[in-house]
């Protein structure tokens, strides 16, 4: 089945730190890869998505591309911003069966950045 | 915002009583789905709906069940809670099941069983 392993948190950061959250995924065929962003207290939103092999999303200054060799999809951003403190959630939807009809999630990874 | 309402926001109750959590959406999306958020875990799906009276099971499935009878509401029940049940629920909607749809969150619900 699909899986996606992402880093462990908590990650810490000061303002204006470079981020790298790790990602990586298991899956058939040509799955597409999302980030999801939790603030606290809310639901999850999407922050960017990818949808086939190269293909780099970005949104709010935050990337990653869809690296089908390497199996992964980091996430990455030059300058965090205290704004940025959430948990960051990796995922996959796969493209046949039943896994296209749910998302696969990773663990989460707490991201804190202080001032 | 994606018009998606769960409710309650919160909710207590007792080891062996019903629980029925609900999700109401606005967006005529045919697809719904209950996930549950557990420390260390992750988000993992309980069951999903992909039409009226159409649902079937998730990863994590055992002592749920759910109903849909309008494309609207999407009913999650506990049929006798547990402890091992406390936790963070979020319903899920999309449009279609293509893998590179973007499924839209509600803002959760926090039931404790105690």
């Known amino acids: 089945g699909n899986s996606v392993t992402q880093m462990e948190g908590p990650v810490t950061l000061s303002e204006e730190a470079f981020l790298t959250i790790n990602c990586t995924y298991t899956a058939t065929g040509y799955p597409s890869l999302f980030w999801y962003v939790q603030y606290p207290g809310e639901g999850l939103q999407l922050l960017l998505k990818a949808t086939k092999a190269d293909d780099k999303g970005s949104n709010k200054g935050f990337e990653a591309t869809y690296r089908k060799e390497t199996t992964s999809f980091h996430l990455e951003k030059g300058s965090v911003q205290v704004s940025d403190s959430a948990v960051y959630f990796c995922?996959?939807?796969?493209?046949?069966?039943?896994?296209?009809?749910?998302?696969?999630f990773g663990k989460g990874t707490k991201l804190s950045v202080i001032p | 915002d994606a018009g998606i309402t769960q409710s309650p926001r919160h909710k207590v109750t007792e080891t062996g009583t019903p629980v029925t959590l609900r999700c109401h959406q606005t967006e005529n999306h045919r697809y719904m789905y209950w996930y549950r958020q557990d420390p260390g875990h992750g988000l993992r799906l309980i069951h999903y709906s992909y039409g009226v009276k159409d649902t079937d099971k998730g990863e994590v499935s055992d002592g749920y069940s759910v109903s849909r009878s309008k494309t609207e509401d999407f009913l999650l029940t506990l049929e006798s809670a547990t402890s091992s049940q406390t936790s963070v629920y979020f319903c899920?909607?999309?449009?279609?099941?293509?893998?590179?749809?973007?499924?839209?969150f509600g803002q959760g619900t926090r039931l404790t069983v105690v």
């Open positions: 899920a909607i999309s449009e279609n099941r293509g893998s590179s749809t973007e499924a839209f």
């Open positions: 995922a996959l939807r796969g493209d046949s069966g039943a896994g296209s009809y749910q998302l696969t």
